[in-house]
């Protein structure tokens, strides 16, 4: 609890420095206050700041349709099967990738798919040409997405699960007795089982949603360029500790966690008109 307070709730303060031109040097009670200078480039559309907009709304919405929905599918997959003993060793396979540092996950990426990693060195030993797969700009989204895909997958399988095994089972096996079979099974019973908690992590899952992958593509921004690469974290860090425009670097970062809470707080107000709980209630 100590350390949330001090590094989420005291850094808040931090903000202050989005209604200054910053200098480390001066410190906040020294350095200039400019009002809402720093948010003038949200307004006239600097065109890096557009870039890394662009590419993270896009980002954004590609992750939302397709990782978010795959632990969902995993756990329901798991869920069919017989045997828990190979349940449980293909939930531990799957859950070791989210252990792996985003460091490791991007070296093994590009051990396996670099210039000289082992697919270039196959097709290279057998005469063919060899694919540019980790700098290709046109691909770079989609590979972000597939190692978001690969690492937490498994992980984030584990609530669903859980959500899984509190279904009553006499109604499968009372919709057994009224002729449905496993696919209206799942239909009628077991998404209606888990929709308030998939409710709930999409509901999460959107005020974080312009929150893409600092680390991950920070690591692997030098091969396809930041015009390819560029998002909202990585501008915040490229234009305030890289650059030296504290002041700005703060204003997008206070902008986007603002969109980030109104996000939450619209949907949690559908999660209320559908009758669902949402994050909280009222």
């Not at 792996?100 to 082992?118: D, T, Y």
Request: charged share 10%.
């Amino acid at each position: 609890m100590l350390l949330f307070i001090v590094f989420h709730y005291v850094a808040l303060l931090g903000n202050v420095i989005a209604f200054q031109d910053y200098q480390p040097f001066l410190g906040i009670r020294d350095s200039i206050w400019v009002g809402l200078e720093n948010f003038s480039v949200l307004v006239n559309g600097d065109s890096a700041f557009l870039i890394a907009l662009k590419n993270t709304l896009v980002l954004t919405l590609i992750q939302t349709v397709l990782v978010f929905p795959a632990p969902i599918i995993l756990a329901l997959s798991l869920n069919s099967l017989l045997s828990e003993r190979l349940k449980r060793v293909i939930q531990s396979v799957l859950y070791l990738p989210h252990f792996l540092s985003w460091v490791v996950v991007v070296a093994l990426f590009q051990s396996m798919l670099g210039g000289a990693g082992l697919l270039n060195n196959f097709l290279r030993a057998n005469g063919w040409e060899t694919l540019d797969i980790l700098g290709n700009p046109d691909i770079f989204f989609g590979l972000i997405t597939a190692q978001v895909i690969w690492k937490d997958t498994g992980w984030s399988t584990i609530i669903f699960l859980a959500a899984l095994s509190q279904i009553d089972s006499t109604l499968y096996e009372a919709s057994s007795v009224d002729g449905a079979g496993r696919w209206r099974q799942m239909w009628h019973v077991t998404l209606p089982g888990i929709k308030g908690i998939v409710i709930l992590l999409l509901i999460l899952k959107l005020g974080d949603s312009l929150s893409v992958g600092f680390e991950q593509i920070i690591l692997q921004q030098p091969a396809v360029g930041i015009a390819h690469s560029e998002v909202l974290e990585t501008y915040v860090y490229n234009n305030g500790i890289v650059g030296g425009s504290w002041g700005v670097s703060t204003a997008v970062g206070l902008v986007k966690g603002l969109v980030g809470v109104i996000l939450v707080l619209a949907a949690n107000k559908l999660a209320h008109i559908f009758g669902e709980n949402g994050v909280y209630k009222g």
